[in-house]
């Protein structure tokens, strides 16, 4: 049955008379009588034939597609593209605009029906399940292997070279891409089995291979050495190491190959940040640096030095197997103190990456008929973060070990800040007579410290409180007192902890001369800057009393922690406190404040001044009475 038959057939059973209607006239009286048109008669009768005509095609094609399913077997079978064979090399002889690219598009369409029609023939084969159980098998596994292998890509950057498939490791986004000393290969595990567990290395259809020294876990660590003889400690640095960063040893489980990717990339960075700092340590003029194995020291005072190690744990933990059992060594390990710096080490690690990153900081502009163009601006000279011409010069002169030196520049702060914090501390603990408090500020810039130190007198807090605001840089503290003054010293902890001091006694000093007003006694003398006859610091103040009679000399040494006091007697007759200062030492009477009640040193004296006005008040009133 062809379709013209079958059309003919289905035009022969139609009935015109029910579709058009009995006509009135004769056909041959048609052209002799008018024509009345009637329209909507007509348009339905159309309709209902275009709607039969469709219905009676979609039958039809219905039923040749059933024939032919039922001869072949197959229902919309993809057909391979018909191949151009008019020249040799299977390009057309035409050079046309239009038929060159028809062609490029029929042979780009050609590949792809070749691979949808390979599909098509694999999900044929597994619905028809023939074949053996290694070809039953083979689905899955290659179902399994590329699942893993879309898993890859989306961490890490893959591409084909030949005959194998290779990543990339490297970590900059704009740096070169796929360096011999950052890839690794995935290759296709052979007599993989679907064990049902969960995914990891073992299960696994894929098996990547590592470079050599990329396969052990390397950390970098940075410590700071305390000690004087550290060259003696090189054969046993490991050992320092291990001991150093016990708390380092545990680490996360490899269980999948992303883990094992992301610690062979973790490696390869601290490899390369290794490398950069050796290199520049040898080039660095200003710098005592000695480098052994995979550890590199830095010397930065007499007492201190830096060193940067390349460890991985296996071999920390084989060092601290291995301890030595001569005394002498012993003796030598325990007095030398090796401290593992956290910050110092993401210090390092941040200052390469943004060394990497100012490398591969691209510009690009894409013109319009100008091929693609790339510019660098390590250093812009305008704009918001724009830099004057001494740090370019700067940074210029440093270029070739600028990494090391801020690397060394953050030790030798983070060593002043760390002494720093431990003289305030002792000394904020021992000191009574103001309390001191100190307020660290850790949202400052990364070479500048500030620390404010708060003086209180406790229950004399209407006195004034005295502030003093210290800012520690590289190798430099500057010292802001509450009055503005400003005093700059070499990063010496001593002579910080000394000003600090003076300062103290000075203020406690100057407060009592605010306590004694309201008891009516009056400051004679006051010296906040007087050198005893040992040349020490000694803030002074002198008071005497309403009716002259008593001189009390306070005294708060630089040396001592405690208030020394004398007193004067006067003879009321003869009054010669105006020549105080000739008196000699023996006619003054040291007073125990210890032995006084009160909670501080101006409780303390506060009582001893009322005991000493209720004492001449009865002596007053007894001359008063016997007159």
């Not at 802001?480 to 406690?508: A, F, N, P, W």
Request: glycine content about 4%.
């Amino acid at each position: 049955l062809h379709y013209n038959d079958h059309v003919a057939e289905l035009a022969h059973n139609v009935r015109w008379s029910r579709l058009v209607g009995h006509s009135s006239r004769c056909l041959s009286n048609i052209g002799r009588t008018e024509r009345v048109d009637d329209s909507s008669s007509a348009r339905a009768a159309w309709e209902n034939v275009a709607r039969s005509l469709h219905s009676a095609l979609t039958e039809m094609v219905v039923l040749m597609d059933l024939i032919k399913v039922t001869l072949t077997g197959r229902y919309m079978t993809f057909d391979e593209a018909v191949h151009d064979v008019s020249s040799d090399d299977g390009k057309p002889v035409f050079k046309s605009g239009e038929a060159y690219a028809l062609f490029a598009k029929r042979k780009a369409l050609s590949i792809t029906s070749n691979v949808l029609l390979d599909f098509v023939g694999k999900q044929k084969q597994k619905v028809s399940g023939i074949g053996s159980i290694q070809q039953t098998m083979q689905p899955d596994e290659e179902s399994t292997y590329l699942r893993e292998m879309a898993e890859m890509r989306k961490f890490w950057r893959l591409k084909k070279s030949k005959n194998s498939i290779i990543g990339d490791l490297s970590y900059g986004h704009c740096l070169p891409k796929f360096p011999p000393q950052s890839t690794f290969e995935i290759c296709r595990k052979e007599n993989w089995s679907n064990a049902g567990k969960h995914p990891s290395i073992e299960t696994s259809t894929l098996k990547i291979l590592l470079p050599d020294d990329l396969k052990d876990d390397r950390r970098l660590r940075v410590h700071l050495l305390t000690g004087k003889h550290f060259l003696k400690l090189i054969p046993y640095m490991r050992l320092c190491v291990s001991n150093a960063t016990s708390l380092e040893l545990t680490s996360k489980p490899v269980v999948t190959w992303q883990d094992r990717l992301q610690l062979a990339q973790s490696s390869m960075f601290f490899r390369d940040l290794y490398l950069t700092l050796c290199k520049e340590s040898m080039v660095f003029e200003d710098n005592t640096s000695f480098m052994y194995r995979d550890f590199l020291i830095l010397r930065l005072d007499n007492s201190h030095a830096l060193v940067i190690s390349l460890f991985s744990t296996e071999e920390l933990e084989e060092a601290r197997k291995n301890i030595p059992k001569d005394k002498r060594t012993k003796r030598l390990l325990a007095e030398t103190k090796l401290q593992c710096v956290f910050a110092l080490q993401q210090r390092v690690c941040g200052r390469y990456m943004h060394n990497v990153d100012m490398l591969g900081n691209f510009i690009t502009n894409k013109p319009v008929t100008a091929p693609l163009i790339v510019q660098t601006h390590p250093a812009p000279f305008a704009g918001v973060e724009m830099k004057s011409q001494q740090q370019i010069e700067h940074l210029e002169q440093c270029q070739p070990s600028f990494l090391l030196l801020s690397i060394l520049e953050d030790a030798r702060h983070y060593i002043l800040i760390t002494e720093m914090k431990k003289a305030l501390d002792q000394l904020s603990s021992s000191q009574k007579d103001p309390v001191m408090t100190v307020y660290w500020c850790y949202d400052c810039c990364r070479y500048n410290t500030i620390a404010r130190l708060s003086l209180v007198i406790p229950f004399y807090e209407y006195c004034g409180r005295f502030t003093i605001m210290i800012e520690a840089s590289l190798n430099r503290i500057v010292i802001t007192s509450k009055d503005c003054s400003t005093v700059k010293m070499v990063g010496c902890v001593d002579e910080l902890i000394t000003y600090v001091k003076m300062k103290c006694r000075q203020y406690l000093i100057s407060t009592i001369g605010v306590v004694i007003r309201p008891l009516d006694w009056q400051t004679i003398n006051s010296s906040l800057c007087t050198l005893d006859s040992n040349g020490c610091m000694t803030p002074t103040i002198t008071i005497v009393s309403p009716c002259a009679t008593n001189l009390l000399r306070i005294l708060y040494p630089l040396n001592s922690d405690q208030v020394q006091i004398f007193l004067l007697k006067i003879d009321g007759e003869n009054p010669s406190w105006d020549n105080w200062y000739n008196c000699l030492p023996d006619a003054y009477v040291p007073i125990d404040l210890n032995s006084l009640a009160g909670t501080s040193v101006l409780h303390r004296i506060e009582t001893l001044i009322t005991l000493m006005g209720e004492k001449n008040n009865i002596q007053l009133q007894m001359q008063t009475d016997i007159i």
